[in-house]
Structure formats: C-alpha cells, structure tokens
C-alpha cells in the first residue's frame, strides 16, 4: 500500500483544514488508518484512527470533538477534519495504514505504511 496525504496548509486558530490520505491498490479496505502528527522538536503523538470498515473511530484527547476521521473506500481514502484549530495543532502530520488488530491504541507499532506527511501551520 501507497499512501498520498494532502490538504495541510496554513490556518488562524480557530480555522479549519481537511487532510486527505489516498492509498494505491486494491486491498485499501483490508487496512485501518491512523494520522499521526509531528511537532517540530518533539516526538510523533497518535491524532485518530479508524476501522478498515469505517465503523469504529479512535481520537487523542487533545483531539476529541475537534477532528473527525471518516473513510471512503470506493475511493480509497481517509480524511481528517480539523476544526477548532489551535497553534499547538502545528506539525507535520502523517497518514499510516496497518492491519490492525484494534484501532484502539495510540501506538504506532501496528502500522506498516506510511504516507509522506503534509506540513499543518496553525498561527494565533
């Protein structure tokens, strides 16, 4: 699996963006998705994840009822909404699929690809 993510960019606190992550193949639905985030002189933080199916969906705690995760498999993507954006929202942000064994968990360990990230800049 290929991933593509898109759609960073730059924001005032309080916008909104939407990320995309585009996967290549035909086993898309077979994999969970997770964004995961990195801050300039920090260490990669879990942001969300979701069931291959779309059904179960997983966030951070500095995320909840801010970003919203959703899946289209027909087209082979995830997106991320971000709304309520803050500047500590700032940091590159990744897509990563794996064949998860839950979503619920904020390791990255289970994920196998990686998308390329896309830059997030939030100013106040």
């Known amino acids: 699996v290929q991933l593509q993510a898109s759609g960073g960019g730059s924001v005032q606190a309080g916008g909104s963006l939407r990320l995309s992550c585009e996967a290549s193949g035909r086993t898309f639905s077979r994999y969970g998705i997770g964004w995961f985030r990195q801050a300039p002189g920090k260490e990669r933080e879990f942001v969300a994840a979701i069931s291959r199916s779309g059904g179960d969906t997983y966030y951070s705690d500095s995320v909840k009822g801010r970003f919203t995760i959703s899946r289209d498999n027909a087209k082979n993507t995830v997106y991320l909404q971000m709304n309520s954006l803050k500047p500590e929202d700032t940091a590159v942000y990744y897509c990563?699929?794996?064949?998860?064994?839950?979503?619920?968990?904020?390791?990255?360990?289970?994920?196998?690809?990686w998308g390329q990230g896309t830059q997030v800049t939030v100013s106040s």
């Open positions: 990563a699929a794996g064949l998860l064994s839950t979503i619920f968990t904020h390791s990255s360990a289970q994920y196998n690809y």
